[in-house]
């Protein structure tokens, strides 16, 4: 950044240096024909040059000379404005005109030559990449409501269908509680996915500051595990754990732990009956690294790529399970811990995912060296 803008200033010192020299020649040239006429009037003149007359004569003339080199000026000012101010500006105009009526395709070709230099190309520039933006965001934008919708009308459905079904007088009591019971699973999944939405929003506009606090990480990933033990247990799924002592972080424990609980959730949702989760806490020089490996289906290279977008699903035998938005609410929040998070993973062999975070010692946070 310190580079662009140091060449900036270069060519904005040219550019100032080269209107100098174009005005100092364009006022030479005004002042010396002036100069010329007035000489060259009083030369043929020689009689009456000294006389009043002529010295009225050649002032004249040469009032005259100035008056038509000032119109001459001015007619050439008012071209090169034409041509190197007004089509510029009309063209930038244009494409904010298009951009206000919703074309975020809008874009402006950079000028070429003295006009580009005068600065209007540092405007395209900026414009284009503006536009560029606005059109990442609507298309973000229209992604996001068009999942919202599918994921909120897919619960909504299964709980018509099923209140509808219940409204049999005639039904057995065992199938209406199973109904019951399938109308609160939906009820709860449509309620985790407006918790969720609204957690990632907050997040994404930075509403939610991290409150930072010194604990033991450790402590708090066997709590947020315990939390799934009738998960593990209902599945048969072996929990290994390795979890070094005192490890401490200084960093918002509320935030982190929705980081661990939504990595505990995927692993043991992911992991078939009789397989295993494993949960390792490692220190790697300043960095605290936590580990979550399962043995579940894996991740194929194409959907580890888009992982931890917003309602991705890599895996859609297991999508009534989750909304998708999980993994792009760890990634947000340790992104505003300051941590990096990344996923190895083989089809058919499960996944490993490492999070990283700066670790406390004796008391404070390492800082950057």
């Not at 034409?82 to 904010?96: D, L, T």
């Not at 969720?196 to 509403?207: A, C, M, Y």
């Not at 979550?292 to 959907?303: L, N, R």
């Not at 999508?319 to 938005?325: F, I, K, P, R, V």
Request: glycine share 8%; aromatic share 8%; proline share 2%.
């Amino acid at each position: 950044m310190s580079e662009e803008n140091s060449m900036r200033r270069r060519k904005r010192l040219l550019a100032a240096i080269r209107r100098y020299v174009v005005f100092f020649l364009l006022i030479a040239f005004v002042i010396t024909c002036c100069m010329l006429l007035f000489l060259y009037t009083m030369q043929t003149s020689v009689e009456i040059s000294f006389t009043e007359k002529g010295i009225r004569t050649a002032a004249i003339l040469t009032m005259g000379n100035v008056l038509f080199l000032s119109f001459l000026c001015t007619v050439i000012d008012a071209v090169r404005r034409r041509f190197m101010v007004e089509r510029p500006v009309r063209r930038i105009i244009k494409g904010a005109e298009k951009l206000m009526c919703g074309d975020f395709s809008a874009r402006i070709e950079p000028l070429r030559g003295i006009v580009g230099e005068d600065g209007f190309d540092n405007i395209i520039d900026c414009f284009n990449r503006m536009a560029e933006e606005l059109s990442g965001v609507e298309t973000l934008r229209t992604d996001f409501i068009a999942n919202v919708s599918h994921e909120l009308k897919t619960p909504l459905s299964v709980m018509q269908n099923y209140g509808t079904m219940l409204q049999n007088p005639n039904l057995p009591d065992e199938q209406r509680m199973e109904y019951a019971k399938a109308i609160t699973e939906q009820s709860r999944r449509l309620a985790d996915l407006i918790t969720n939405i609204l957690k990632l929003n907050r997040l994404e506009n930075q509403q939610i500051y991290p409150a930072a606090k010194r604990y033991n990480l450790g402590e708090q990933l066997a709590e947020c595990l315990l939390n799934f033990e009738s998960t593990w247990e209902k599945k048969n799924i072996d929990i290994d754990t390795d979890l070094e002592e005192e490890v401490f972080v200084e960093s918002d424990n509320e935030l982190l732990s929705l980081v661990w609980s939504n990595l505990f959730s995927n692993a043991l949702k992911f992991t078939e009956p009789g397989g295993t989760v494993c949960v390792t806490l490692k220190t790697e020089g300043d960095y605290a690294a936590v580990r979550v490996a399962d043995t579940g289906c894996g991740i194929s290279p194409g959907t580890g790529k888009h992982i931890f977008e917003k309602f991705y699903q890599g895996d859609t035998s297991h999508a009534t399970q989750g909304n998708g938005l999980g993994l792009a609410l760890v990634k947000r929040v340790v992104d505003i811990v300051g941590g990096d998070i990344s996923v190895e993973s083989e089809v058919g062999k499960g996944s490993t995912f490492t999070v990283r975070i700066r670790r406390a010692a004796n008391g404070e946070v390492q800082k950057d060296s």
